[in-house]
């Protein structure tokens, strides 16, 4: 394995862990605290372990080690911190780990109650462009420090551990020897009583009332597209999981996707590969989103809104193509109506209805009109009056007089009637673009 992430803990033992919280709500309160927040962050990695990087437990103290692999269980290696300052236990794990020919090293604490697998993917693949990766935190200090060369630890030396100067320290460093570093987003660590009831409501908002969006994204060689799609979704409003079903691309599309997602392999079509996202996913509500297909800012709120109110199960975003053709133009407007309803709108479902309308149905010409036409013989589904931008690859590529008159076509040969063989024979001979789903 060419990554490696190493989640530094301490044994949660009374009146040796977050202290300075203890002084505020006692001991025996500030250690569950620490006991849960160091549970979360290992909840949230746990993931990428073995496909996407190994994950090493560094513990404190060493005599601890049985207790730790108790408490903390699963597929990771547990080495003892060893140093005599934060600094020199960090250069010692860090440098054995290259050592072991692990290319790229990522660090990070276990009071973090922002900290997720996405945060960790984005800093990995910041080390494919910079020497050095950090996540500061609000204190002035970091969450997370990864390296992609042995050499660059020597960061970690002198640095005054314990205050507000060690971020900037640490920067100052950096310049000087001429390393380059990559900020990620800031966090905030829990350290007072002030922290804790920020993470109280970090974790209310989080949760929407205990409802938790997977989003799901088939994809098929779409190594152009992904990245812009997935960075797209980094930057919403915590998203649960984000989990790419891939339907054995040739290409790069499933490396790439791995630094931001979940990745699972699937049969190809669009219907095969959204029912098996869904079957890995963990969320309340599934958002499916196509590979070309970008939210407009704050959609995981506004759907969370949507269910806020308790009597919808379902709905979808209007869409866009970011594209000045009339034909374009009347197209996007018609996606105010349920009549024009397609895939690449962001469906987005409860659990619990998806599963009772059976999924996606493989057999239909059109898994995405079939679906939502289904979907209306239980509700109306909302549609949000944002759009989505998706890629007007298609009509760029045919000509939008043309593709426009093939999609009718198909349309109106699935609405007659005729049988999924005939259509996907037409489909095929129209498309040659092999990202397409025939």
């Known amino acids: 394995m060419d990554q490696r992430l190493i989640i530094f803990l301490k044994y949660p033992e009374e009146g040796k862990v977050k202290t300075r919280l203890a002084s505020s709500i006692g001991a025996h309160e500030a250690t569950c605290v620490y006991k ?41 290696k547990y080495v003892a911190q060893e140093g005599k300052n934060l600094g020199e236990r960090l250069k010692k794990v860090v440098n054995a780990s290259f050592f072991d020919g692990t290319e790229r090293v990522i660090v990070i604490g276990s009071d973090c109650p922002g900290l997720d697998s996405l945060t960790v993917n984005r800093a990995f693949w910041s ?18 420090i990864g390296f992609n060369q042995a050499r660059h630890t020597a960061l970690l030396d002198d640095i005054p551990w314990s205050t507000s100067q060690v971020l900037q320290h640490t920067l100052d460093k950096a310049e000087k020897m001429s390393v380059s570093a990559e900020l990620l987003s800031e966090k905030f660590d829990v350290d007072t009583a002030d922290d804790l009831k920020r993470m109280s409501q970090a974790i209310h908002d989080h949760s929407c009332d205990a409802l938790k969006i997977s989003v799901i994204i088939p994809t098929l060689n779409e190594e152009k597209n992904i990245e812009s799609t997935l960075i797209n979704l980094t930057r919403q409003h915590h998203p649960h999981e984000i989990i790419v079903a891939d339907g054995g691309s040739g290409d790069k599309t499933a490396k790439i996707a791995s630094r931001y997602a979940r990745v699972v392999s699937s049969g190809r079509g669009r219907a095969i590969q959204m029912n098996k996202g869904a079957s890995a996913a963990t969320g309340d509500i599934f958002l499916f989103l196509h590979a070309d297909t970008q939210l407009p800012n704050n959609a995981l709120l506004k759907i969370e809104d949507v269910f806020k ?22 197209y996007e407007y018609q996606t105010r109506f349920h009549l024009f309803s397609y895939g690449d709108q962001g469906f987005f479902v409860k659990r619990e209805l998806f599963q009772e309308m059976n999924g996606f149905s493989a057999d239909a010409a059109f ?19 944002d759009s989505v931008v998706t890629s007007p690859r298609r009509f760029l590529q045919h000509g939008v007089i043309k593709q426009k008159f093939i999609n009718i076509s198909l349309a109106a040969m699935y609405y007659l009637g005729f049988q999924r063989s005939t259509i996907k024979r037409f489909q095929s001979a129209w498309y040659k673009d092999n990202r397409e789903y025939v």
């Open 36 to 76: 849960k927040l160091a549970e979360d962050t290992v909840s949230q990695v746990r993931p990428l372990a073995g496909r996407f990087a190994d994950i090493v437990i560094a513990y404190d103290p060493p005599e601890r080690e049985a207790e730790i692999k108790e408490w903390i269980p699963g597929p990771f």
């Open 127 to 144: 080390l494919l462009k910079k020497d050095v990766a950090i996540g500061p935190s609000e204190d002035g200090g970091y969450y997370l």
């Open 309 to 330: 109110l308790g009597k919808k199960q379902s709905g979808r975003f209007r869409m866009s193509f970011g594209h000045r053709h009339p034909l374009l133009k009347l």
């Open 367 to 385: 898994e995405d009109i079939d679906f939502y036409w289904r979907l209306l013989k239980y509700e109306k589904p909302v549609i949000i009056k």
